[in-house]
Antibody, heavy 120, light 111 residues
């Protein structure tokens, strides 16, 4: 079945970097745009970044632009989020989500999330 | 950026009774391709979000028919015809017409 499994979260000091990964299985990964969405503790959902199915196009939320980089490896079926210059406000549960694509735009599959805590 | 505003933020409901959540966007969600990319997601406690409704009113696979979506332009509604215990959680509207934005979330709880 379709599965997304995030990893790489942890505790990191402000200003440092961290790389998250999302392993996809059960579908043809290269056919789908993919997103990162985050949720601060006790708060709502915030869209972070999107990458096109072939990895050519990326877009970012203003809050992370210039600090985060989304990438994918369609051979290894993985999605990554390289986070740098981390701030306390980046503390959140980070989800990867599949975009159904094909001219439609909605997130039909989500991982369980990986927790990032930015703290000194 | 498009801002999504949900009301109410909290909704205590009696089991078996209907519930309704509104979502208003700061600008029209009609895309240049004619579609309106407004979806609804449910997040049960301790779980990731789950897609319920896409393009205003289309129920996603496996979603019970007690869930329905309606609306147009800037005003949208999610309705649950008869609330069940498993419906407890937070509901989000999300627009994908111009990048992506979520509403603040509406917490559905049982009275």
């Amino acid at each position: 079945q379709v599965q997304l499994v995030e990893s790489g979260g942890g505790v990191v000091q402000p200003g440092r970097s961290l790389r998250l990964s999302c392993a996809a299985s059960g579908f043809t990964f290269s056919n789908y745009p993919m997103h990162w969405v985050r949720q601060a503790p006790g708060k709502g959902l915030e869209w972070v970044a999107v990458i096109s199915s072939h990895g050519i196009d990326q877009h970012y939320a203003a809050s992370v632009k210039g600090r985060f980089t989304i990438s994918r490896d369609n051979f290894r079926n993985t999605l990554d989020l390289q986070m740098s210059s981390l701030r306390a406000e980046d503390t959140a549960l980070y989800f990867c989500a599949r975009d159904v694509g094909g001219g439609d735009m909605y997130f039909d599959c989500w991982g369980q999330g990986t927790l990032v805590t930015v703290s000194s | 950026d498009i801002v999504m505003t949900q009301t109410p933020l909290s909704s205590p409901v009696t089991l078996g009774q209907p519930a309704s959540i509104s979502c208003r966007s700061s600008q029209s969600l009609v895309h240049s391709d004619g579609n309106t990319y407004l979806s609804w997601l449910q997040q049960r406690p301790g779980q990731p979000p789950r897609l319920l409704i896409y393009k205003i009113s289309n129920r996603f696979s496996g979603v019970p028919d007690r869930f329905s979506g309606s609306g147009a332009g800037t005003d949208f509604t999610l309705k649950i015809s008869r609330v069940e215990a498993e419906d407890v959680g937070v509901y989000y509207c999300m627009q994908a017409t111009q990048m992506y934005t979520f509403g603040q979330g509406t917490k559905l709880q049982i009275k």
